[in-house]
């Protein structure tokens, strides 16, 4: 009976539902209780899209390749930072014995399905174009659908593109509308023009005009779009009372601008936004004993509801991530009704064209705004942010630690927020590269000695960095570099929390957390022999994996601003990126990661002569370092010898382009289809060069 829902699509995890599964099978052939669909258009939630285009620099070929490695990858269009996918719209094609028993529908049939796309297997075979304005993908593939699908047919003489991103809106105006009374004042927090005018035509018609609508958007989120303000504004005048322009990730300063334009507080507040701070005014707008609406859980519920609390604010909280059996039908009609004012949107979009909409200043602006920083760590990334929020919840646990990552990412700084945020904050942080101690130094140096220990010991003796750190963090950078001899050393100090000094007959005992980072997995050095399977397991209560640079893309935009105003102050200057120079930042793989980017940049302040670090500035630092990257230095090469050895010219050039390639791609199968060669041929010359 569960293969109504698609159960049998799951194949990862097994047990889960399909909305809820990591991958699905997406396979060409049907059963009774399926249908397929040939695939026309997919509307792609919101957020979901920019975060994919912010990710892909808004670079159109990028953006459709990230699509299609999402769907390739999971079976389906879950975008897992965002947790979202879409909906779609197609033509039917083939329908189980079963399923056609349950539907009007006939082949041939146009059909929008309003189930999320998170659920549905989809296969793409390629996308055609991209509508920016309204988030969709034109594209060639299929879809397969459950006799539980909600699927409808096209609605005769509405556009597909606004029809379907109505419907993509997971609550439902009818609900808010029966809540709304005549000569109402209601706040709309606007994530785009289009939704905005979604609901406020709705309220407007359904209420006989006879209700007041404020509508707030953010200026800098991209929000608007391709619009100005005034143009915005021209398209929504139709619906919308007065429209107000403001920064909503700075919630109290944005209350008192559209406070002191209104002067009172507003009886209810529907918040489409997912933005950080549209909870906070919300909360602060809407007059005690009113309403609020959150179109889905992910906009802020939770946290208006505790905002809220704390205010002692009496509020009516809904959260409308809901379907109804009336839903189609009543978005359709609320369309019907707006269709002459969702056809000069249309016409507007038609006319500016996609060269004004996704440029690359719209671009880096967007991606400034929505930094975040905790401490002086700096980012944007979801990525990013997935880990921040592992890193501060382990802060908490006094455990130990292992941070992976590749060279340059920012393990440090990870080690930074951990002990800044944890209850060892007010003692030593000491931190140690294991890589540069001396095999036969390293016992004195981690455990000290006694005045008089051995020849050249100093007189007093000397604390080991296990007493330096006591009641605080030892960091041991590159412990995959001590000596397994060092590591049985290590461990017993870890069990027991007591040593003694060289030379010392007292037994210390100390109190120390240790975190401990290294390039290679030490899992990976476990299984090599090189590094002690119980020590692995006593460092490894919790492990944070810091991605590399080039899997956190939206991070560059915000790390090369800080690193120009730490500069600028540096050396007296002003200096910024132009657009396209910050483009090329994006373009580029960063193998050297965030160390990588923060020398680049330095270079550039340096390097560019006016103030404006312009794509030639950028280019000439990137080029630069691409060719260190993959071109082997026969200048090098020949210092002390009189003649070429062509094999070894040959090895060595090969050797540094698949290392580059692994670093740049992450995956021996990625790094085969950048050189152009089979992930065996890859594999094979990886082991030879032991790489």
Same mark, same amino acid.
């Given at each position: 009976?569960?293969?109504?829902?698609?159960?049998?699509?799951?194949?990862?995890?097994?047990?889960?539902?399909?909305?809820?599964?990591?991958?699905?099978?997406?396979?060409?052939?049907?059963?009774?209780?399926?249908?397929?669909?040939?695939?026309?258009?997919?509307?792609?939630?919101?957020?979901?899209?920019?975060?994919?285009?912010?990710?892909?620099?808004?670079?159109?070929?990028?953006?459709?390749?990230?699509?299609?490695?999402?769907?390739?990858?999971?079976?389906?269009?879950?975008?897992?930072?965002?947790?979202?996918?879409?909906?779609?719209?197609?033509?039917?094609?083939?329908?189980?014995?079963?399923?056609?028993?349950?539907?009007?529908?006939?082949?041939?049939?146009?059909?929008?399905?309003?189930?999320?796309?998170?659920?549905?297997?989809?296969?793409?075979?390629?996308?055609?174009?991209?509508?920016?304005?309204?988030?969709?993908?034109?594209?060639?593939?299929?879809?397969?659908?459950?006799?539980?699908?909600?699927?409808?047919?096209?609605?005769?003489?509405?556009?597909?593109?606004?029809?379907?991103?109505?419907?993509?809106?997971?609550?439902?105006?009818?609900?808010?509308?029966?809540?709304?009374?005549?000569?109402?004042?209601?706040?709309?927090?606007?994530?785009?023009?289009?939704?905005?005018?979604?609901?406020?035509?709705?309220?407007?018609?359904?209420?006989?005009?006879?209700?007041?609508?404020?509508?707030?958007?953010?200026?800098?989120?991209?929000?608007?779009?391709?619009?100005?303000?005034?143009?915005?504004?021209?398209?929504?005048?139709?619906?919308?009372?007065?429209?107000?322009?403001?920064?909503?990730? =700075?919630?109290?300063?944005?209350? $008192?601008? &559209?406070?002191?334009?209104?002067? %009172?507080?507003? /009886?209810?507040?529907?918040? +489409? @936004?997912?933005?950080?701070?549209?909870?906070?005014?919300?909360?602060?707008?809407?007059?005690?004993?009113?309403?609020?609406?959150?179109?889905?859980?992910?906009?802020?519920?939770?946290?208006?509801?505790?905002?809220?609390?704390?205010?002692?604010?009496?509020?009516?909280?809904?959260?409308?991530?809901?379907?109804?059996?009336?839903?189609?039908?009543?978005?359709?009609?609320?369309?019907? =009704?707006?269709?002459?004012?969702? $056809?000069? &949107?249309?016409?507007?979009?038609? %006319?500016?064209? /996609?060269?004004?909409?996704? +440029? @690359?200043?719209?671009?880096?602006?967007?991606?400034?705004?929505?930094?975040?920083?905790?401490?002086?760590?700096?980012?944007?990334?979801?990525?990013?942010?997935?880990?921040?929020?592992?890193?501060?919840?382990?802060?908490?646990?006094?455990?130990?630690?292992?941070?992976?990552?590749?060279?340059?990412?920012?393990?440090?700084?990870?080690?930074?927020?951990?002990?800044?945020?944890?209850? =060892?904050?007010?003692?030593?942080?000491?931190?140690?590269?294991?890589?540069?101690?001396?095999?036969?130094?390293?016992?004195?140096?981690?455990?000290?000695?006694?005045?008089?220990?051995?020849?050249?010991?100093?007189?007093?003796?000397?604390?080991?960095?296990?007493?330096?750190?006591?009641?605080?963090?030892?960091?041991?950078?590159?412990?995959?570099?001590?000596?397994?001899?060092?590591?049985?050393?290590?461990?017993?100090?870890?069990?027991?929390?007591?040593?003694?000094?060289?030379?010392?007959?007292?037994?210390?005992?100390?109190?120390?957390?240790?975190?401990?980072?290294?390039?290679?997995?030490?899992?990976?050095?476990?299984?090599?022999?090189?590094?002690?399977?119980?020590?692995?397991?006593?460092?490894?209560?919790?492990?944070?994996?810091?991605?590399?640079?080039?899997?956190?893309?939206?991070?560059?935009?915000?790390?090369?601003?800080?690193?120009?105003?730490?500069?600028?102050?540096?050396?007296?200057?002003?200096?910024?990126?132009?657009?396209?120079?910050?483009?090329?930042?994006?373009?580029?793989?960063?193998?050297?990661?965030?160390?990588?980017?923060?020398?680049?940049?330095?270079?550039?302040?340096?390097?560019?002569?006016?103030?404006?670090?312009?794509?030639?500035?950028?280019?000439?630092?990137?080029?630069?370092?691409?060719?260190?990257?993959?071109?082997?230095?026969?200048?090098?090469?020949?210092?002390?010898?009189?003649?070429?050895?062509?094999?070894?010219?040959?090895?060595?050039?090969?050797?540094?382009?698949?290392?580059?390639?692994?670093?740049?791609?992450?995956?021996?199968?990625?790094?085969?289809?950048?050189?152009?060669?089979?992930?065996?041929?890859?594999?094979?010359?990886?082991?030879?060069?032991?790489?």
């Amino acid at each position: 009976m569960l293969d109504k829902y698609g159960i049998n699509r799951v194949i990862e995890p097994k047990g889960s539902m399909p909305v809820t599964a990591w991958k699905l099978d997406n396979s060409r052939a049907i059963t009774r209780r399926e249908a397929r669909l040939r695939l026309t258009r997919v509307h792609i939630e919101r957020d979901s899209f920019q975060q994919i285009c912010s990710e892909c620099g808004f670079d159109k070929a990028k953006v459709m390749g990230r699509i299609l490695d999402i769907v390739g990858r999971r079976g389906k269009l879950h975008n897992p930072f965002t947790n979202s996918g879409g909906t779609f719209y197609g033509q039917l094609e083939e329908m189980g014995e079963h399923y056609q028993q349950h539907t009007s529908c006939k082949i041939g049939d146009e059909v929008i399905v309003c189930t999320s796309a998170t659920g549905m297997p989809l296969h793409l075979d390629r996308i055609k174009e991209i509508d920016y304005n309204y988030g969709d993908i034109l594209v060639e593939g299929y879809a397969i659908l459950f006799e539980s699908s909600s699927v409808f047919p096209r609605p005769e003489g509405l556009s597909i593109n606004y029809t379907i991103a109505a419907l993509d809106e997971a609550s439902t105006f009818e609900t808010i509308n029966s809540k709304v009374e005549k000569g109402m004042t209601v706040m709309l927090i606007g994530k785009d023009i289009i939704t905005t005018m979604f609901y406020a035509g709705s309220l407007k018609h359904s209420l006989e005009n006879q209700v007041r609508i404020l509508a707030v958007m953010d200026a800098d989120q991209g929000s608007l779009g391709i619009a100005s303000e005034e143009e915005a504004g021209q398209l929504l005048s139709c619906y919308v009372d007065k429209l107000i322009i403001t920064d909503i990730t =700075r919630p109290l300063d944005a209350y $008192e601008e &559209v406070f002191r334009y209104e002067k %009172k507080l507003v /009886d209810m507040t529907v918040n +489409t @936004e997912d933005l950080s701070g549209s909870e906070t005014l919300t909360v602060l707008m809407t007059a005690p004993g009113g309403s609020i609406f959150f179109t889905s859980l992910e906009n802020g519920y939770s946290t208006a509801v505790l905002i809220a609390e704390s205010m002692a604010k009496e509020l009516a909280a809904y959260s409308l991530d809901q379907y109804t059996d009336r839903y189609f039908e009543y978005t359709v009609g609320s369309l019907r =009704r707006m269709k002459a004012e969702l $056809e000069k &949107v249309n016409q507007f979009y038609e %006319k500016a064209g /996609d060269s004004r909409s996704m +440029t @690359e200043k719209r671009a880096r602006e967007i991606m400034q705004k929505r930094s975040e920083k905790i401490d002086d760590f700096v980012f944007r990334s979801p990525v990013t942010k997935t880990m921040i929020d592992e890193v501060l919840n382990i802060a908490n646990y006094d455990c130990n630690v292992i941070i992976q990552g590749e060279t340059g990412s920012g393990k440090e700084k990870i080690l930074g927020l951990i002990h800044k945020n944890s209850s =060892r904050s007010g003692n030593p942080c000491v931190r140690i590269n294991c890589a540069t101690i001396q095999e036969n130094l390293a016992e004195s140096e981690f455990f000290g000695y006694e005045a008089g220990a051995f020849t050249g010991a100093q007189a007093a003796g000397k604390k080991g960095y296990f007493e330096l750190a006591n009641n605080g963090i030892l960091f041991l950078d590159e412990i995959g570099q001590l000596s397994l001899n060092m590591q049985s050393k290590l461990l017993r100090v870890l069990q027991e929390n007591e040593f003694f000094r060289i030379g010392g007959t007292r037994q210390l005992s100390v109190n120390v957390r240790v975190i401990c980072a290294n390039n290679i997995p030490l899992k990976k050095l476990v299984e090599q022999g090189t590094f002690r399977e119980d020590l692995y397991y006593r460092l490894n209560i919790c492990t944070i994996d810091v991605p590399p640079l080039r899997e956190r893309k939206e991070d560059i935009y915000v790390l090369s601003d800080a690193f120009v105003a730490g500069y600028n102050k540096k050396y007296s200057v002003e200096k910024e990126f132009s657009p396209a120079a910050m483009a090329r930042l994006h373009q580029y793989d960063w193998p050297g990661n965030v160390r990588e980017l923060e020398n680049a940049v330095h270079r550039m302040v340096i390097s560019s002569r006016g103030n404006i670090i312009d794509e030639e500035d950028a280019d000439m630092v990137i080029n630069e370092r691409l060719y260190d990257d993959v071109v082997f230095d026969i200048k090098k090469y020949m210092k002390g010898r009189e003649r070429f050895s062509f094999g070894e010219i040959i090895a060595e050039q090969e050797k540094k382009l698949i290392q580059y390639a692994l670093k740049k791609e992450g995956s021996t199968r990625k790094a085969a289809a950048f050189l152009n060669m089979t992930q065996a041929q890859l594999s094979r010359k990886k082991l030879k060069y032991d790489l």
